[in-house]
């Protein structure tokens, strides 16, 4: 009886760490994939050469947007649900 | 007074380049819901607002595209349908994350919405699929948005699938993609119109 309760905790225990890997991990990959495009089409990046460009041309940089999501999900919004994963677990253990 | 008018509006490609970021916004908290369960995810009320919120603020902001961009009756038509249908299913996922909406079926506005904008994007694009990066574009939209009408059914029917949700957050970076690569006289496969005007990168 206690190896099938360590078994299923263990299995708990995995589940929530793959779920808490992609959580910590998606905004990373989000933020290397626009920095990955900003290389691979640097000239999509307009403030590396900025002579001739109008205000528009400047305030839009999508490899940079996509950079900027990426690192604001992973500061913002991944934390809490990092925290929020592991409170929901506890406490479903402890029922 | 107009030449100082149009300078203040930016070029088109740019506004999609703004709607790519909210799509990969909403993309990326999709995501995440989809994988640590609406239980976890709702635990916190602002989180809860989220992804709503940024649906339905990316309708309200349709509408000023729908008054500016209007170069034809059926730019504006296809501007606005889409504007309405994405504000509602915005509203609708706001509803029923304060719970003031309990009927499911508000659920559908969702794909109702992505349905609707995927033929508004295919009805005013009036040029050929290989016309230009921009036509290129939009025809994928609008198919992308049609096919994946589907998926956002899924999503409606069964909120809690990590597959439909995962499938649905693929779904929101693949438009998210196709509006980043919108360039109005890119050429697309190597092929531009002439008369579509001098190519750029």
């Not at chain 2, 709702?42 to 902001?61: S, T």
Request: hydrophobic share 55%; aromatic share 12%.
């Amino acid at each position: 009886m206690q190896i099938s309760t360590d078994y299923a905790e263990s299995a708990v225990t995995t589940r929530r760490d793959r779920r808490a890997t992609f959580v910590r991990w998606l905004g990373p990959a989000c933020a290397l994939a626009g920095f990955a495009w900003a290389l691979a089409q640097p000239y999509r990046i307009t403030l590396l050469h900025p002579h001739g460009q109008g205000l528009w041309w400047l305030l839009s940089e999508p490899p940079l947007f996509v950079v900027i999501v990426g690192l604001a999900f992973h500061w913002i919004v991944a934390p809490g649900v990092l925290e929020d994963l592991e409170a929901v677990e506890r406490e479903r253990s402890e029922r | 007074m107009i030449l100082a008018a149009s300078r203040l509006i930016p070029p088109s490609e740019h506004v999609h380049w703004w709607f790519a970021t909210g799509f990969l916004i909403l993309a990326l908290c999709l995501a995440a819901r989809a994988v640590v369960g609406p239980e976890v995810w709702d635990r916190r009320p602002w989180r809860r607002y989220l992804w709503p919120g940024v649906l339905f603020l990316m309708g309200l902001l349709l509408f000023p595209v729908m008054v500016f961009y209007t170069n034809s009756t059926i730019h504006m038509v296809a501007h606005g349908s889409w504007a309405e249908s994405m504000t509602l299913a915005g509203a609708a996922a706001l509803g029923l994350a304060s719970g003031k909406l309990h009927n499911p079926l508000w659920r559908l506005t969702l794909p109702f919405g992505l349905f609707v904008s995927g033929l508004a994007v295919l009805a005013h694009e009036q040029q050929s699929w290989l016309y230009s990066r921009a036509a290129f574009g939009h025809h994928m939209l609008g198919w992308l948005g049609i096919g994946g009408a589907l998926i956002a059914l899924a999503v409606a029917l069964r909120p809690r699938s990590l597959v439909a949700g995962l499938c649905f957050a693929v779904l929101l970076v693949s438009i998210s993609t196709v509006l980043y690569a919108d360039r109005d006289t890119a050429p697309i496969f190597g092929h531009l119109s002439p008369e579509a005007g001098i190519p750029h990168r």
